[in-house]
């Protein structure tokens, strides 16, 4: 190969220009052409491509979000869109794609390669840490850390207020940034997705909260919880406890911003490594990841299917210390 498009798609997460300097740096290194796609998929579409020199990723490393500009493209859906995308490719004499980005990304990229043949490699970034063949996803730790230090400062008002608070964080349908920040920040209840949960439950942990004296609580409740939102969880605890003094908070997207913690840095900066030599060596439509520190690849078509799974260890040890 002798020319990359690089592009990054879907929710933005930090780490992710960490991961474009890599990639255009070790492109550079090897002697390769690297073209940078603005936008996302909407963008490979619509051709917006930039040619990036060493010099281009300078001071990026710390940034949050992507220079790149990312996007969700519905028109990537169709064949159309899709044509278009290969049509400019061919033009430009782009022989592969590093993609960066989550599921969404991965999808369009692994149709993409069967459809036209262009070699493809994907990069697991998104703060939701939804995708197999990675222990941790580009951005998933920095947007931890932010939703702990968020809820620690939550805390001061619950603690100065005795009250209770139901506090809301991402994940889409995972509960890695719930069950992780939660145990950091001692919630006395932890709501996820791929726990069966029930107010009986949650009433009876605030009830054993009571009677072992605390006088205020802590809840974190992944979006993608399937018992109630945030608000009705709320809702049901006030009639059962009129007492309690409640409050909500979601915290939303300031857990996608941000400078890159150390962690994501050194991932991102590995993964766009393994995704440039990964094309070099002919790998195509596999996704580059790090498993107990080693760099792998896994098909896409696996990475998309498969979960990675909540390690039931933390959830009992979520509960033990809760008392
Ligand atoms: O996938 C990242 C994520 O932040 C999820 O945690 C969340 O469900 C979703 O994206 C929000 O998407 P949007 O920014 O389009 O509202």
């Known amino acids: 190969i002798k020319k990359i498009g690089v592009f990054t798609s879907g929710g933005d997460s930090p780490g992710m220009n960490a991961a474009i300097r890599a990639v255009v740096r070790t492109g550079i290194y090897h002697n390769l052409e690297i073209v940078g796609i603005r936008e996302g998929l909407n963008g490979l579409i619509a051709g917006k491509f930039t040619k990036m020199g060493a010099r281009s990723v ?37 022989d592969a794609l590093v993609c960066i980005g989550g599921d969404g990304t991965f999808t369009g990229a692994k ?4 459809e036209f043949g262009i070699q493809v490699i994907g990069v697991p970034g998104t703060i939701d840490n939804d995708i197999f063949g990675t222990d941790n ?17 939550i805390r001061d008002t619950a603690t100065s207020h005795n009250r209770v608070f139901f506090i ?25 997705p791929e726990q069966k949960d029930s107010l009986e439950d949650l009433f009876e942990n605030f009830e054993r909260a009571k009677k072992r004296g605390k006088n205020s609580s802590i ?25 309690y003094d409640i409050r909500i908070t979601v915290l939303g997207h300031i857990q996608r911003g941000g400078s890159p913690s150390c962690a994501d ?31 792998v690849y896994t098909p896409i078509e696996e990475a998309i299917k498969k979960h990675n799974t909540i390690n039931e260890n933390l959830l009992k040890i979520s509960e033990i210390l809760a008392i």
């Open 219 to 243: 809840v974190v409740v992944a979006e993608g919880e399937k018992l109630a939102s945030v608000y009705t969880l709320a809702e049901k605890t006030k009639e059962k406890f009129p007492d």
């Open 111 to 114: 149709i993409f390669n069967e």
């Open 137 to 153: 996803t580009i951005g998933y730790d920095t947007a931890l850390n932010t939703a702990m230090e968020a809820i620690d400062k």
């Open 168 to 192: 809301e964080v991402m994940g889409r349908d995972a509960g890695f940034i719930a069950l992780n920040s939660g145990i950091a920040t001692g919630a006395i209840d932890i709501l996820i």
């Open 265 to 295: 840095r050194v991932l991102a900066s590995r993964l766009g490594y393994g995704a440039v030599v990964g094309l070099m060596e002919g790998i195509s439509n596999q996704m580059v990841g790090i498993r107990s520190n080693e760099m």
């Open 58 to 94: 300078s001071n990026i490393i710390n940034l949050g979000g992507t220079i790149l500009k990312s996007a969700r493209s519905e028109e990537f859906r169709t064949y159309e869109g899709r044509k278009k995308a290969y049509d400019n490719c061919v033009e430009n004499n782009i």
